[in-house]
């Protein structure tokens, strides 16, 4: 297995954690005024949040070596997992009026994320170091 495998399977398993943070607060926000319903019925936040994966995966395609050298150190993975599945969640848990939107935008951003690992592991999308080649 390659580094960059190693790599990616890490990262899913942070996102894996960070989901779920996530889905604990979408469970007691169901319970509070907003509900379900409210967190995933309109599908703009769900939108955000896959443009917004795939535009931070772009970037650190774009400029790997600033990826790479931000990524390995460990309290940007662990603070980033954190910030997603611990401290965003409990500020959507502690401030009902922007929980449906802020989780939504969670749950897209890591559902984007998911499908572009599942794209790349899969074939179906190019390997990211590969998107600014020169041909």
């Known amino acids: 297995m390659t580094d960059d495998e190693l790599s990616r399977r890490r990262d899913v398993g942070l996102a894996a954690v960070a989901a779920v943070g996530v889905c ?3 469970a007691v926000v169901a319970d509070t005024a907003t509900g379900v319903v409210a967190l995933l ?3 703009g936040p769900l939108v955000v949040g896959v443009v ?3 535009l931070l995966e772009l970037g650190f395609a774009r400029f790997p070596r600033l990826g790479r050298r931000a990524w390995r150190r ?3 993975r662990l603070g980033g997992t954190a910030a997603v599945g ?3 969640p409990a500020v ?4 009902p009026t ?3 939107p802020l989780l939504a935008t969670l749950v897209g951003g890591l559902a984007g994320y998911a499908a572009l690992f599942v794209g790349i592991t899969s074939g179906l999308v ?3 170091g590969t998107w600014f080649e020169r041909a």
Request: charge should be neutral.
């Open 74 to 76: 460990r309290e940007i």
């Open 41 to 43: 019925g309109r599908p």
């Open 24 to 26: 604990g607060a979408a």
């Open 126 to 128: 190019p390997d990211p």
């Open 92 to 95: 959507a848990v502690s401030a």
């Open 86 to 88: 611990v401290v965003l």
């Open 52 to 54: 917004g994966a795939f």
């Open 98 to 100: 922007v929980a449906a």
